[in-house]
């Protein structure tokens, strides 16, 4: 008997093991969207904890909790893992892999190898931050921009973190070249241009950004690697080097990255608006031309960044005249939205819900950025807690509530089952909530002087910064409930038909999860993506 039992033990181990290895060498586009998935979100927890951290420590001043160089090193992990390990790869690694091939009508992206390779350099990158933590001095302290000449003469393990991003980078880069071609050469016969949904049409753009941009950032970290090791002294004022080309490099592969973040978000909110609404998309042509002109004058707008490093009246005039422009294409996006909903047959789901949250926390947060961009106030707030909430706003309350509203739209479709609308309602509310008790009490501190990556700070913002930790304690709940949540309808939900919000992109016209090669033979374009009529909303 015992005999017998060791035997059925041995298989199932070997099963198990079979179906692990079958999962992380697999070349199938959904499944390898679903690992960056699961790997985005795990990275996303992490980080997440590490910022409760920090407001904890800030709710009270003076030393508690920690001491000033755990405090940094918190906070230089913190950005670090958002950054690299969750915000740029969130919507673009994970739904993008999954939906573009199902919504142009092909069986896989065009390299499937390569789109392996990619998640795999992901996986490395991001082993390579976390040793990094624990090993050559410590945890990086310089802040997740890695400014020199702190980073190239800190004794913490600074060299394995730019290692680890030089590393991320090619994994964005190849992901990046697979969408492109993907796009060129996969679509189905009948998928003209004008017929691509608009959240094919973000990764399209994002992808362009991704190969353009991101061999800047990963010469610059590279540069900063051997300047550690070699003493290159490209940045060293000792050695004839200047700090500031370090600043020109990274800002002009930072600010389009925000654009790589922001992009794939906007064509989710794009795809959500019209369903819920029973509306085709107001403005198609302008919302794919506003994607264009955002990914190209976002790439020319880097030196708003670096208004107070002394450069000529006549660069931040002109930096400042192109920070104003590439709002443009933003508020376009923003009306077009806004328009789709006028007179729409209204479906409050918890998708659309997260999406209205979108819109209203980047349109907030892309106000901030204009006070930003106009020269004579950025003077004011530059390096305060006010650049600290504009970031956040656009980054968490845009691609990150893009990604939320993403999760709840396509979970359905890619698991096959239904979360509670009960508790996603719940955590909707005390997310929108408590993202804005969490960060505009720093608008107003940035606006009253208090500045950004400080361990310490005068008496007189401690009511703020007890409303703002308070904030996040309202975030981390939403945060836990909404994962809970759609965690349980993954695994116990109700089946989920095959479309259940009435979509008309090809993704809503196969079975849910969708078959191997997904689709049984191939597809016939006979609608455009955003026409409603004769297709039934049964889930709303």
Request: proline share 6%; hydrophobic share 50%.
């Amino acid at each position: 008997m015992e005999n017998k039992d060791n035997t059925f033990n041995f298989l199932k181990n070997q099963e198990n093991r079979s179906a692990f290895f079958s999962w992380i060498f697999s070349t199938d586009h959904k499944r390898i969207g679903i690992l960056y998935l699961g790997s985005i979100l795990f990275f996303f927890a992490i980080a997440a904890v590490l910022g409760l951290l920090l407001r904890l420590k800030l709710m009270t001043p003076g030393p508690n909790l920690m001491g000033p160089q755990t405090y940094n090193a918190l906070f230089t992990v913190h950005g670090v893992i958002m950054i690299f390990l969750v915000v740029i790869p969130s919507n673009s690694a994970s739904f993008g892999n999954i939906f573009l091939p199902i919504q142009i009508g092909a069986k896989d992206v065009f390299f499937p190898r390569l789109n392996l390779l990619s998640w795999w350099l992901y996986i490395a990158g991001a082993v390579m931050a976390i040793v990094s933590l624990f090993s050559g001095g410590g945890a990086p302290d310089t802040g997740w921009t890695f400014y020199v000449p702190f980073s190239t003469i800190t004794k913490t393990n600074v060299s394995m973190s730019v290692l680890a991003v030089f590393i991320l980078g090619f994994s964005s880069i190849l992901t990046g070249l697979n969408f492109i071609t993907t796009v060129h050469r996969l679509r189905a016969p009948e998928m003209t241009w004008q017929k691509i949904p608009l959240f094919t049409w973000s990764l399209y753009f994002t992808a362009w950004i991704q190969v353009l941009a991101t061999p800047i950032l990963a010469v610059t970290v590279l540069l900063v690697f051997l300047e550690r090791f070699l003493g290159f002294g490209l940045f060293d004022p000792t050695k004839g080097g200047d700090p500031l080309l370090y600043q020109h490099l990274f800002w002009i592969y930072s600010h389009p990255a925000v654009y790589i973040m922001i992009l794939p978000a906007m064509g989710i909110i794009s795809d959500i608006i019209p369903v819920f609404s029973r509306k085709p998309i107001f403005g198609y042509n302008f919302i794919v031309v506003s994607g264009f002109l955002i990914a190209f004058a976002g790439s020319l707008v880097w030196g708003h960044h670096m208004f107070v490093t002394g450069m000529s009246d006549f660069a931040v005039g002109v930096f400042s005249f192109l920070s104003f422009v590439v709002a443009i294409p933003s508020a376009i996006k923003v009306f077009n939205w806004i328009a789709t909903l006028y007179k729409g047959s209204i479906y409050l789901t918890p998708p659309f819900l997260f999406a209205l949250s979108f819109i209203f926390l980047f349109s907030l947060g892309g106000l901030c950025g204009l006070v930003i961009g106009s020269a004579g106030t950025d003077m004011h707030v530059h390096d305060t807690y006010f650049v600290v909430a504009h970031f956040h706003y656009v980054i968490f309350g845009g691609t990150i509530f893009g990604f939320f509203a993403g999760f709840h739209f396509w979970l359905p479709k890619i698991f096959g089952r239904m979360y509670s609308f009960k508790w996603a309602i719940r955590s909707w509310f005390l997310l929108t909530v408590g993202f804005n008790i969490l960060y505009f009490p720093m608008l107003i501190m940035g606006l009253q002087g208090m500045p950004r990556r400080y361990y310490d700070y005068l008496p007189q913002f401690q009511p703020l910064q007890i409303l703002s930790t308070v904030g996040s304690w309202i975030t981390a709940l939403g945060l836990l409930i909404m994962f809970v949540n759609l965690f349980q309808g993954m695994r116990k939900g109700e089946i989920a038909p095959g479309n259940p919000w009435g979509g008309a992109t090809l993704e809503w016209t196969i079975s849910s999860p969708p078959p191997l090669e997904n689709f049984v033979e191939p597809p016939k374009i006979t609608r455009d993506p955003y026409d409603f009529r004769g297709i039934p909303i049964t889930h709303a």
